[in-house]
Nanobody, 122 residues
Framework: QPQLVESGGGLVQPGDSLRLSCAASGFTLGSYAIGWFRRAPGKEREGVSCISSNDGRTDYADSVKGRFTISRDNARNTVYLQMNSLKSEDTAVYYC???????????????WGQGTQVTVSS
């Protein structure tokens, strides 16, 4: 069965960086777009970034453009989210999921992971 597992979260100070990993199993990673989402305390789930299945296209939420970079390594069945210049408002549980299309709309995604906690605090 398809499965995604997030890792790499932690406690950092404002301005620091983290790299999150999304490890896939049970399906061909290169056949799906992979998205990162987050849920902050008291807020709804937000689409953060997505990378297409095979043509290199990416999409980002306005709140993270210029700071976050999504990438994939299909040979290792892994998608990454490099997060730089972190802010307190980036604090959230981060999830990855798969979609047949490049989008930040969560309706199209399935096989959600368990999430990894990112806390940005001084």
């Amino acid at each position: 069965q398809p499965q995604l597992v997030e890792s790499g979260g932690g406690l950092v100070q404002p301005g620091d960086s983290l790299r999150l990993s999304c490890a896939a199993s049970g399906f061909t990673l290169g056949s799906y777009a992979i998205g990162w989402f987050r849920r902050a305390p008291g807020k709804e789930r937000e689409g953060v970034s997505c990378i297409s299945s095979n043509d290199g296209r990416t999409d980002y939420a306005d709140s993270v453009k210029g700071r976050f970079t999504i990438s994939r390594d299909n040979a290792r069945n892994t998608v990454y989210l490099q997060m730089n210049s972190l802010k307190s408002e980036d604090t959230a549980v981060y999830y990855c999921a798969r979609s047949p299309v490049l989008t930040l709309r969560s309706f199209f995604f399935n096989s959600w992971g368990q999430g990894t906690q990112v806390t940005v605090s001084s």
